[in-house]
């Protein structure tokens, strides 16, 4: 079941009853609700209303989920079989009422969500091609312009000829606040995953002449040997590593290292560089002992606790 932590669940009766799907887009609606508190789960909920969508975005308070994103809702026609929907609050007045600060940002969460659960690309679905991978509006495929909505045609996304949903002021919100602010978190997100390097330090069991074992420090997919005795120095994906029979090393590229351990008979010995911003946590750390005590060659997975330093 995929349900965000972001929302509050009040789920529908049809999440236990409606297919499964593999979502590949995200379409934002608008309520056209009655001014006042909405509890749009109570509406879908009734037997009488044969539509729903998955989320609720109200101008205040946390989000409702109403469907597992994974089941299909109906909101959306032709798009149902792919696509994830919401609803946003508008006191019925969506042309009047842009989406606040808050609706903005809740939804630029969970489309982050969307695109790190589902892999929905943070890209906007083209104009004239319904079935694309990525995010839209309601009524974007149902006018030959669709921003400003002129040039009615039939929309493979909705029942009804015409409809504006979520009408142009939300639409350009979309277009031009919305979807740009979640390709900008999306970028950082994966720039500091891609910053958050897995290393393997592998360990000698056969120690040196002062009592020390080595050991080697590299990335994933790309080992670095040491010569016992004899340090090397070798760029790995634009990092310097150094390793030898006493000690390990990671520098970056400017020879500002980071983090340093050794071992011997007292022990491991780990000397972080007090001005850098990655470090190793104390389980890498025992992870590590752990090998250096029992002596054996092998790898061990550890993972920064910080940023590299550039």
Same mark, same amino acid.
């Given at each position: 079941?995929?349900? *965000?932590?972001?929302?509050?669940?009040?789920?529908? /009766?049809?999440?236990? @009853?409606? +297919? &499964?799907?593999? !979502?590949?887009?995200?379409?934002?609606?608008?309520?056209?609700?009655?001014?006042?508190?909405?509890?749009?789960?109570?509406?879908?909920?009734?037997?009488?209303?044969?539509?729903?969508?998955?989320?609720?975005?109200?101008?205040?308070?946390?989000?409702?989920?109403?469907?597992?994103?994974?089941?299909?809702?109906?909101?959306?026609?032709?798009?149902?079989?792919?696509?994830?929907?919401?609803?946003?609050?508008?006191?019925?007045?969506?042309?009047?009422?842009?989406?606040?600060?808050?609706?903005?940002?809740?939804?630029?969460?969970?489309?982050?969500?969307?695109?790190?659960?589902?892999?929905?690309?943070?890209?906007?679905?083209?104009?004239?091609?319904?079935?694309?991978?990525?995010?839209? *509006?309601?009524?974007?495929?149902?006018?030959?312009? /669709?921003?400003?909505? @002129?040039? +009615? &045609?039939?929309? !493979?996304?909705?029942?009804?000829?015409?409809?504006?949903?979520?009408?142009?002021?939300?639409?350009?919100?979309?277009?031009?606040?919305?979807?740009?602010?979640?390709?900008?978190?999306?970028?950082?997100?994966?720039?500091?995953?891609?910053?958050?390097?897995?290393?393997?330090?592998?360990?000698?069991?056969?120690?040196?002449?002062?009592?020390?074992?080595?050991?080697?420090?590299?990335?994933?997919?790309?080992?670095?040997?040491?010569?016992?005795?004899?340090?090397?120095?070798?760029?790995?994906?634009?990092?310097?590593?150094?390793?030898?029979?006493?000690?390990?090393?990671?520098?970056?590229?400017?020879?500002?290292?980071?983090?340093?351990?050794?071992?011997?008979?007292?022990?491991?010995?780990?000397?972080?560089?007090?001005?850098?911003?990655?470090?190793?946590?104390?389980?890498?750390?025992?992870?590590?002992?752990?090998?250096?005590?029992?002596?054996?060659?092998?790898?061990?997975?550890?993972?920064?606790?910080?940023?590299?330093?550039?």
């Amino acid at each position: 079941m995929a349900l *965000w932590s972001g929302a509050e669940l009040q789920l529908l /009766p049809e999440n236990a @009853t409606q +297919r &499964r799907i593999v !979502p590949t887009q995200g379409i934002a609606h608008t309520a056209v609700d009655a001014k006042g508190l909405t509890r749009l789960w109570r509406y879908f909920g009734r037997v009488d209303v044969k539509a729903e969508t998955h989320l609720w975005f109200p101008f205040s308070g946390p989000p409702v989920q109403m469907m597992d994103t994974e089941v299909e809702a109906d909101a959306n026609r032709l798009a149902d079989a792919r696509a994830v929907s919401w609803e946003t609050e508008d006191d019925g007045n969506p042309v009047g009422n842009p989406w606040n600060d808050h609706q903005l940002e809740q939804q630029a969460q969970f489309m982050v969500w969307l695109h790190r659960t589902h892999g929905i690309p943070a890209v906007q679905i083209p104009f004239g091609d319904d079935r694309a991978p990525g995010f839209g *509006w309601h009524a974007m495929h149902g006018f030959d312009d /669709p921003i400003a909505q @002129t040039g +009615r &045609r039939d929309n !493979p996304w909705s029942f009804y000829r015409g409809k504006t949903c979520p009408g142009p002021t939300r639409i350009r919100q979309f277009v031009y606040e919305l979807l740009p602010d979640v390709q900008r978190r999306v970028a950082r997100i994966d720039q500091e995953e891609a910053d958050m390097a897995v290393w393997f330090i592998e360990i000698d069991p056969q120690p040196g002449a002062n009592g020390r074992r080595s050991g080697w420090v590299c990335k994933e997919g790309q080992p670095i040997r040491a010569i016992n005795g004899a340090p090397e120095v070798a760029f790995v994906l634009g990092e310097i590593v150094h390793a030898n029979e006493d000690h390990g090393q990671v520098l970056t590229t400017e020879g500002d290292y980071f983090m340093g351990w050794w071992a011997d008979e007292q022990g491991l010995g780990f000397r972080p560089n007090t001005g850098a911003a990655a470090s190793l946590s104390d389980a890498d750390v025992a992870r590590i002992a752990a090998a250096v005590e029992t002596g054996e060659r092998g790898e061990v997975t550890i993972e920064l606790t910080g940023r590299l330093t550039s």
